[in-house]
């Protein structure tokens, strides 16, 4: 989940956040520069760390954001909440974000491409709308309108690479399963969903990846703690920030007309 950020500015925001949360979690930004680089990011055999690959069918909603108009250089994750919408993280923003790869569980292949017409960063967290150039009908992800209770489970899912720091992308799409731990911060200081890490830890490439609560999006993928060198045996002492949907639901309905079901 971690992008590198393009923009000087941004980037110095984000590691002003994430120190932040380092004195209290030990945590960094889930996704660095959403820039992959000319050649876009490695097709390699690695997934998310944990969790499991699932069906177009299990996760309809999440979509790739890329760096290019041909939605291959993939480096971001994200949610069709209507035809015409997508939410993702605002640290995967940047002047080369072209377009959305949605309808496939496949990285950087399948489905549908539409460029991005517009783009509507939250003032007040880790939140970013993108507006399709063509709508494009498909199954979308409900808003929740509260914030989950602590103990929650929760599903997190995402392209994202299997170990830390891997720079490669899952070929399909998983999810893991994250518990709610409370209230925390994202890496623009707004509201977030702290989860704390179950059957898999989110990585490079999740950021602004659904967190799902009760078949509603609850939050956005913002921050995860650091993996250490190799896979641990258990990924319960680590923990993940997310933009929470509630705090920014007036916001998104005043800009894209969604509203919470």
């Known amino acids: 989940m971690r992008c590198r950020l393009k923009a000087r500015v941004l980037r110095a925001l984000r ?46 909603f999440a979509v790739q954001i890329a760096y290019d108009t041909a939605g291959t250089r993939v480096a971001c994750t994200g949610s069709q909440i209507s035809a015409s919408w997508v939410i993702t993280a605002r640290h995967c923003d940047s002047a080369s974000l072209r377009s959305v790869r949605l309808d496939t569980p496949y990285l950087g292949a399948g489905g549908v491409v539409r460029t991005i017409a517009a783009r509507y960063p939250s003032p007040v967290g880790d939140v970013l709308l993108l507006k399709l150039s063509t709508p494009h009908p498909g199954i979308y992800v409900g808003l929740s309108r509260t914030f989950p209770a602590a103990g929650s489970p ?15 992308m ?8 994250v518990e709610v731990s409370g209230q925390g911060s994202d ?26 609560v009760g078949g509603k999006l609850v939050g956005v993928l913002s921050t995860s703690s650091v993996l250490p060198g190799g896979l641990p045996s258990s ?20 800009v894209t007309g969604v509203g919470a079901d």
């Not at 979690?25 to 760390?49: E, Q």
């Not at 994202?160 to 720091?165: A, F, H, K, Q, V």
């Not at 899952?170 to 399963?177: I, L, N, P, T, Y």
């Open 15 to 60: 590691v002003t956040a994430a120190a932040a949360l380092l004195i209290s979690l030990t945590s960094l930004p889930a996704s660095g520069a959403p820039d992959p680089g000319p050649a876009g990011p490695s097709r390699g055999g690695t997934d998310i760390a944990g969790g499991e690959t699932v069906s177009l069918a299990e996760a309809p």
């Open 170 to 177: 899952s070929v399909q799409v998983k999810a893991a399963g």
């Open 154 to 168: 929760a599903r997190v899912i995402g392209w994202g690479d299997e170990t830390e720091g891997a720079g490669a």
């Open 187 to 212: 890496a623009f200081g707004g509201l977030s969903v702290r989860t704390q890490s179950r059957t898999g830890h989110p990585l490079a490439g999740d950021s602004g990846g659904p967190l799902i």
């Open 235 to 254: 990924f319960t002492g680590f923990y993940n920030d997310h933009a929470a949907v509630s705090r920014h639901l007036g916001w998104i309905t005043l």
